[in-house]
């Protein structure tokens, strides 16, 4: 089994600083991409930004110089610094893992639950 559990969602106010957690835990082999999508309330999912396992770097234009993706790989835990942050980044913030386990020994694509992110003006 391969879990995703996120954390540090919550009420920031705009213009402040959040920043979320994805540990990865169970029978794990190896761990390609990861990364973080949002899901606003009544809206479509969308890539925030995703981090190979050498540290490349995507971000989607709407977040680009405020929002900062980074993992720790001997931790198996991925980060998103949320700096000034505003209004419309309120979302379900998501994070994947592209996971090869022990016990499914393919890559797949494996998620988190979720943690709310709300943005106060």
């Known amino acids: 089994q391969v879990q995703l559990v996120e954390s540090g969602g919550g009420l920031v106010q705009a213009g402040g600083s959040l920043r979320l957690s994805c540990a990865a835990s169970?029978?794990?082999?190896?761990?390609?991409?990861m990364g973080w999508y949002r899901q606003p309330a009544g809206k479509q999912r969308e890539l925030v930004a995703r981090?190979?396992?050498?540290?490349?770097?995507l971000y989607a234009d709407s977040v680009k110089g405020r929002f900062t993706i980074s993992r720790d790989n001997a931790k198996s835990t991925l980060y998103l610094q949320m700096n000034s942050p505003k209004p419309e980044d309120t979302a379900v913030y998501l994070c994947?893992?592209?996971?090869?386990?022990?016990?499914?020994?393919?890559?797949?694509?494996?998620w988190g639950q979720g943690t709310q992110v709300t943005v106060s003006s």
């Open positions: 169970g029978s794990i082999s190896r761990i390609n991409d």
């Open positions: 994947y893992g592209d996971i090869w386990s022990q016990y499914r020994p393919n890559w797949v694509d494996y």
């Open positions: 981090i190979t396992s050498i540290g490349s770097t």
